[in-house]
């Protein structure tokens, strides 16, 4: 606490006041005549009477007092203490009243583990002492529940976190209540001594000096009182929170502890759940544990792969684990690297959140990312936002990973934008840092967001297409939020411009599930009804502006040399944006080679994927022809792309895994896929005569939504937009290609993506160079619904 002002030591003081109430209480009972006992309960039965609290006596009577005298000094007594200035709060009850459990009664039952006499005859008192611990021994695990649900619904009321910009100290999570509910499992024998003396003495100053400066029972500590009560707000606000880490840890552990300690039907689930155990850990009343102590110290990935294990199945960590993990986890952040591979398979979970979380609650968030040190506890002041950055950032995280179960119809359409997005792992990532450089101080964060997160993904070994898309959605994570706010939607040149900072369709989506997290971190209200309304019109506005130009807009008159204008003449406007200069000069060779060969070819791997690229004239069955030499290859396409220019040369890219390792372990096979490529590119070889002696790879078994298609002649003016959403197979964009070649349709250009074994495919068709009627798109959608079975 500052120099300004401080609070006497707060033991003292509560104390003191105690003994000045217990003296007001005595003299006033004696002044009318009070023939009840009187008993101190709750925080005057503790001694912990802070200036404006309630003042709870409990009135020990034989039996209820009938109108007349006694109710009348029972009065007359309650009277005389407001006049003194005290807020008393009383009940009358018999002492076989208070060792019965009545409906709406648990809570006289807990304030009377903090009992004590003050004045009165003591034969009652003496009889309470007696019988209420016979009654607690008897009723302990009823009452146990009770102040466990009592507890949580108190947390979830505020979120269930402590990092509120404003807090109650008395009530939010980690706050003063949270030190009563330890001392009530104490008393209840449901818990030890808890080592938070500095804690309790934190906050108990803290509210002393609200009371104070309030002149009431306030025990608000907003942002005047912060600036009050110390030079520093935001670190001395630091200060409060690592306090009131250390109570909300203590009083969660000792809660499940009471709770597993009469589980019942909820122990042999969770027994049930330890058949989640595997080779490295084992699962004991929801917590895991290290089947080899010295697992993570000596196994770096270890830390990453025990992560995952508990993102997957939404366990916490023993305490034995979490201190073998704080003893990992420095060694682990020295490392100049970390490898992708343990990196995503920890954010590619839809939960990754949840392993974050542990972390953050042990406070070793910053230790497995020393970049958040920045932003840990940093209260950002401003009136709309209800959390802290580092709060923000991890509430963040979990509304995108809660928006998978949403039911209700606004947020349905959301939900649905997940399931069609690709790089989740990299959404994930972006929302980590997105916030990151607000730890500089004053001004503008985004910059030096995007340049920590530039480090960051560096030493996570990113792949440059993943880290590019990243360090996109934190540079441009305020932009749909910006345009809501400052631009008509339905202005068409809002769409546009949205479409020009998003690009493409894929970061449009992930922007969108960006924008929706952002805004649902920033408090509980803030994506309201209406702003998330505004949101998804943004979003199909801009999709639709997006899918329209894939063919209407084209390149003309090029600022390049001459050889690259001639290429680039007529192809989409999107491809500049979507491929680097590097590439383009690649694919500029590979059209001069096609100009003398015919047809041209490249393979190349890039990361964990292949990339070809085949240049040709363009062609009816073009694309099904070199899908189908891919997948006789065993190879499975994760994104194509193919257009033509105005010269007619066709520009077919594709994006692939090799799951059977064949281009891997025979260099040679390389060479031969490329030849292949070419062949097929030319007519001269015929994939069906490779696929045909080929089994068909089974498709990946896991539930998933059904095929659907859908057509726009809007987007267009002389083409049909079909796209096609449907569960991922080896071999499925071949079918689909065939299905629209042997419909006689002319691709004008596609664009193809793949995630999580979703396909997401869009298609410009012609017929004979117009749109397709009706019939033709009915007729269609049957053939490609049928080309998305299963095999």
């Not at 910053?366 to 840990?376: C, G, Q, S, T, Y």
């Not at 910059?447 to 898309?469: G, H, K, M, N, Y």
């Not at 008159?557 to 590439?583: C, K, Q, S, V, W």
Request: glycine letters at 6%; one cysteine or more.
């Amino acid at each position: 606490m500052s120099s300004t002002p401080t609070p006497a030591p707060s033991r003292l003081e509560l104390e003191k006041r105690s003994a000045l109430v217990d003296a007001l209480v005595q003299s006033s009972a004696a002044a009318h005549g009070l023939a009840c006992t009187v008993v101190a309960v709750g925080g005057y039965g503790r001694r912990e009477l802070f200036p404006f609290s309630d003042v709870d006596l409990l009135l020990l009577v034989d039996d209820l007092p009938p109108p007349g005298p006694g109710r009348d000094a029972i009065a007359a007594f309650i009277r005389a203490l407001w006049d003194n200035g005290l807020r008393a709060s009383q009940s009358v009850h018999t002492v076989e009243e208070c060792c019965q459990i009545h409906d709406g009664n648990l809570e006289l039952t807990i304030s009377l583990l903090d009992r004590r006499a003050v004045c009165g005859p003591a034969a009652r008192f003496d009889s309470l002492q007696e019988r209420f611990p016979r009654f607690l021994a008897a009723e302990r695990s009823g009452i146990l529940r009770h102040l466990a649900r009592m507890t949580r619904a108190r947390h979830d009321k505020f979120g269930g976190t402590i990092f509120h910009l404003e807090p109650n100290i008395k009530e939010c999570p980690g706050g003063l209540r949270d030190l009563h509910v330890l001392h009530w499992l104490r008393a209840l024998g449901a818990a030890s001594g808890n080592g938070l003396d500095e804690a309790r003495d934190f906050l108990a100053r803290i509210r002393l000096f609200l009371h104070a400066r309030s002149g009431r029972d306030n025990n608000l500590l907003n942002f005047e009182a912060q600036e009050a009560i110390a030079a520093d707000p935001a670190a001395w606000m630091r200060e409060y929170y690592r306090h009131a880490r250390g109570v909300f840890r203590a009083v969660r552990r000792a809660l499940e502890q009471a709770e597993d300690s009469g589980a019942g039907l909820l122990a042999s689930f969770r027994d049930w759940r330890g058949r989640l155990s595997n080779a490295e850990f084992t699962v004991s009343r929801e917590r895991v544990l290290l089947r080899e102590p010295g697992l993570l110290a000596s196994d770096p990935s270890a830390v990453f792969r025990l992560l995952e294990f508990v993102a997957r199945h939404g366990l916490a960590l023993a305490p034995d684990t979490e201190q073998r993990l704080a003893a990992a986890l420095p060694a682990l952040a020295s490392r100049p690297s970390y490898p992708w591979k343990d990196v995503r398979a920890l954010f590619a979970l839809p939960r990754c959140a949840h392993a974050l979380r542990l972390l953050q609650d042990a406070g070793l968030l910053a230790v497995f990312l020393p970049e958040w040190k920045r932003i840990d506890a940093l209260v950002a002041r401003d009136f709309y936002h209800r959390y802290t950055v580092d709060e923000h950032t991890l509430v963040a995280l979990e509304s995108l990973a809660a928006l998978a179960g949403a039911h209700e119809a606004p947020r349905r359409r959301f939900a649905h934008l997940l399931d069609e997005s690709a790089g989740l792992a990299a959404l994930r990532l972006a929302l980590l840092l997105h916030d990151i450089g607000k730890g500089g101080g004053a001004g503008e964060h985004t910059a030096a967001s995007v340049r920590i997160a530039s480090e960051v993904l560096a030493r996570f070994q990113t792949p440059e297409p993943v880290r590019d898309t990243v360090l996109f959605l934190i540079e441009r994570h305020l932009d749909l939020s910006s345009v809501i706010n400052s631009r008509d939607l339905e202005d068409p040149a809002t769409a546009r411009h949205a479409a020009a900072r998003t690009g493409s369709i894929e970061r449009l989506r992930l922007l969108t599930l960006m924008t929706y997290a952002d805004i649902s971190a920033v408090n509980p209200t803030a994506l309201s009804p209406w702003r998330l309304d505004q949101l998804w019109r943004l979003y199909t506005n801009t999709h639709h502006e997006l899918t329209r130009e894939l063919q209407s807009d084209r390149i003309h008159h090029a600022e390049a040399d001459a050889e690259t204008a001639a290429f680039l003449e007529g192809i989409p406007t999107r491809y500049l944006r979507t491929h680097a200069p590097a590439e383009i000069a690649a694919h500029v060779a590979l059209a001069r080679q096609a100009g003398r060969s015919g047809a041209a070819a490249s393979v190349a791997r890039d990361g964990g994927y292949f990339r070809a690229a085949v240049v040709s004239p363009d062609r009816p069955g073009l694309l099904a022809s070199l899908s189908g030499i891919l997948a006789s290859f065993g190879l499975e396409i994760a994104q194509a792309e193919a257009s033509a220019n105005a010269s007619g040369l066709g520009l077919n890219t594709f994006a692939f895994s090799d799951p059977h390792r064949t281009l891997e372990l025979n260099p040679s096979e390389v060479d031969r896929l490329s030849g292949a490529l070419v062949e097929a590119a030319l007519g001269r070889l015929d994939p069906r005569s490779l696929l045909r002696n080929r089994p068909r790879p089974a498709a990946h078994h896991r539930p998933a939504a059904p095929a659907a298609v859908s057509f726009d002649d809007s987007a267009s003016e002389n083409a049909t937009l079909v796209e096609i959403s449907a569960p991922d197979r080896p071999g499925l964009l071949y079918d689909l290609a065939v299905a629209l070649a042997s419909d006689g349709l002319n691709i004008e250009v596609v664009l193809i993506n793949t995630e999580a074994h979703r396909a997401f495919d869009v298609f410009y068709v012609t017929r004979a160079g117009a749109k397709l009627d009706e019939a033709g798109r009915e007729s269609l959608r049957a053939r490609l619904l049928e080309a998305c079975r299963p095999a």
